[in-house]
């Protein structure tokens, strides 16, 4: 079983940075990928950065160039870094993790608010 525990996040003000962790507990042998997700209010969630075991980071538009996701696979943690961060990036952001066989598991949520 695998169990994600998320730190990090806060408030910060318009082009300030954040770095948002999740460390993952369990089988990690069976992590076939890890990513970010955020969901402001009255959004769904979406997608911000997403990794695959073995492969680079991908980004979604609303991060590329201002966030970097990277993983730290003797602390079986990934991290996200938020820089130059904006107010339209206040959310609840997720860590996840797809393990082999296709489940998904979901860390708890870490508010960033950003404020202009």
């Known amino acids: 079983q695998v169990q994600l525990v998320q730190s990090g996040g806060g408030l910060v003000q318009t082009g300030g940075s954040l770095r948002v962790s999740c460390a993952a507990s369990g089988s990690i042998i069976r992590i076939r990928a890890m990513g970010w997700y955020r969901q402001a209010p009255g959004k769904q969630r979406e997608l911000v950065a997403r990794m695959y075991s073995g492969g680079g980071p ?4 609303s991060g590329k ?4 996701l990277s993983r730290n696979v003797a602390n079986n943690a990934w991290y996200l870094q ?3 961060l904006k107010a339209e ?6 860590c996840m993790t797809v393990l082999v066989g296709d489940a998904e598991i979901w860390g708890q949520g870490t508010q960033v608010n950003v404020s202009s």
Not at 58 to 61: G, L, N
Not at 89 to 94: I, K, M, Q
């Open 58 to 61: 991908y980004y979604e538009d």
């Open 65 to 68: 160039g201002r966030f970097t």
């Open 82 to 84: 938020m820089n130059n």
């Open 89 to 94: 990036d206040t959310a609840v952001y997720y």
